[in-house]
């Protein structure tokens, strides 16, 4: 589905009328190219800027040795510095509420020169771990801190937080995994985020293709966000095991042709569903590593107007089913083995954080799969594997396709990045939290909404 305001804005006498007018004006994004994934990583120069203390610099020197390894040009300031792509602030070391002014005047005084699509990330301790709390405040007013600079975002621009968990360094592999995603185009549609990384996560041999040899399931793979989870799993190296209803067959035979993996005619609601999933994935690979749980259905009325079929076969689909198979899925050994680790992804919504009219049942469920994931976080993490949930926003797909115009006009636009996300948008932040670098996030809901304005 194409944004017909967004191709005549991004350039020409649109862009001019729509500036004129003081008209939205929405960037095309950067994506991440297929054939040359990640390359470059950031788009011109990273600069690195600290909160001047021992620590911060101690994590910047970590962060430094992987920037270079990735073959970015990073710098401490602009000096003859063409496009700045990036710019990371690592302010683990502030203590009190007034350290921030410093780096976050830094931090204001780069913006104007930072290029198109270009990154922000700012690297912090969690307020919640915290033992004063001064230290609290300090570390909590950075999550709404980097929720304003990402509002303030232009021309394809984001911002994001990494809040370190556990003790880990800056440098340690996960907080330097989300580091990578948030500076790749792979994170195009996440801005306003905080991603919480602790310890645990390895870095992967091949950063192109950080899935390679890792067994993938996807539910709900025939269209849609599904079809985009399995190609981009592919692309990073997975092999795929495509799960959809009979009915959908054709389309999902399709999607895994080309994605050179295998189809499953499956009802998720069946009650042996996780079994003939694991079973499908034993007999063709030998194993199973990871579960996306994507398949869903919309059953959208008012309260007034909600009928029992329409509730109960959408929490049968979208939330039911999730939590039965998890019941075999999250069982010590059913995923992952010693050099693979196990990870549920599901697909949540920002109508379940911050509801929708019309989708009581659909946010019901919704808000469940969060409140799964973070449930099964600790047991997943006992055998060193992860759950983690995704919510999109508004993503052009054939279900957003089906809104009136004038409504689905509006919804574009009422994110920071106004317009909708595409399907690989959310696949990339799914397939980033299947990877190895991702095994230190865990329980969390990662957004890919364009920071939507809805919500937390
Ligand atoms: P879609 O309707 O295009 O695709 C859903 C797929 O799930 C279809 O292929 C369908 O046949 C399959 N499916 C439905 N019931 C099934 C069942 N009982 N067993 C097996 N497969 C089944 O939906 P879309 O837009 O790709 O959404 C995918 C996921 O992302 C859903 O969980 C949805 O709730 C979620 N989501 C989508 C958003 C959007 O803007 N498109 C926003 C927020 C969340």
Redesign the pocket.
């Known amino acids: 589905m194409s944004d017909r305001y967004l191709d005549l804005t991004s350039g020409g006498p649109g862009r001019k009328i729509a500036k004129t007018l003081g008209l939205p004006q929405p960037a095309v994004l950067r994506r991440t190219d297929p054939d040359s994934v990640d390359s470059p990583l950031a788009p011109g120069t990273v600069l690195l800027l600290t909160d001047g203390t021992d620590a911060a610099a101690a994590d910047a020197a970590g962060i430094v040795d992987h920037l270079l390894g990735w073959g970015v040009d990073v710098r401490r300031d602009t000096v003859g510095v063409a496009t700045v792509g990036a710019v990371v602030v690592v302010a683990t070391g502030i203590g009190r509420s007034g350290d921030f002014t410093a780096p976050a005047l830094a931090l204001g005084a780069q913006l104007r020169s930072l290029g198109r699509s270009g990154r922000v990330v700012v690297v912090y301790r969690d307020a919640e771990e915290s033992d004063s709390p001064a230290l609290a405040a300090s570390r909590a007013g950075i999550d709404g801190f980097v929720r304003t600079v990402a509002k303030e975002m232009r021309g394809g621009a984001t911002a994001n937080g990494i809040a370190l968990t556990g003790g880990v360094d800056a440098g340690a592999p996960s907080p330097a995994g989300a580091l990578r995603f948030l500076l790749a185009a792979r994170s195009a549609f996440v801005s306003g985020q905080i991603l919480h990384a602790g310890p645990g996560g390895s870095a992967p041999a091949d950063w192109r293709r950080p899935l390679s040899g890792h067994v993938v399931a996807v ?8 079809a985009q989870i399995v190609a981009v799993a592919a692309r990073d190296g997975a092999k795929v095991v495509g ?3 009979p ?2 067959g054709e ?1 999902l035979a399709a999607t895994m042709n080309a994605a050179g993996g295998i189809s499953l005619q ?4 069946a009650d042996d569903a996780a079994d003939r999933i694991l079973a499908a994935a034993r007999a063709r690979y030998g194993r199973l590593d990871v579960v996306v749980h ?4 919309l059953r959208d009325k008012l309260l007034a107007n909600m009928t029992e079929e329409k509730f109960a076969s959408l929490v049968a ?2 939330i039911a ?1 999730p939590v039965r198979m998890n019941e075999t899925f999250a069982a010590p050994g059913a995923l992952g083995d010693a050099d693979h680790a196990a990870r549920i992804i599901s ?5 379940g954080i911050a509801g929708n009219r019309g989708q009581s049942n ?1 946010s019901y469920a ?1 808000a469940g799969i969060i409140g799964m994931t973070e449930s099964l976080a600790g047991a997943m993490a006992s055998a060193g594997g992860t759950a983690n949930a995704v ?5 052009e ?4 396709a089906k809104i009136p115009a004038v409504p689905r006009q509006v919804s574009r636009r009422m994110s920071s990045l106004q317009q909708g996300g595409l ?1 690989v948008d ?1 696949a990339e932040a799914i397939c980033f939290l299947a990877s190895p670098q991702a095994g230190g996030i865990n329980g969390e809901t990662l957004r890919v909404c364009g920071q939507l304005v809805v919500g937390r």
């Open positions: 539910t709900g793979a025939a269209r849609g966000i599904g799960i959809d209803v009915a959908a389309a499956l009802d998720v609601t994507n398949a869903g259905i689909v979208n089913a697909l949540a919504s920002t109508s659909y919704k919510a999109p926003g508004f993503i797909t054939d279900m957003t399907p959310v």
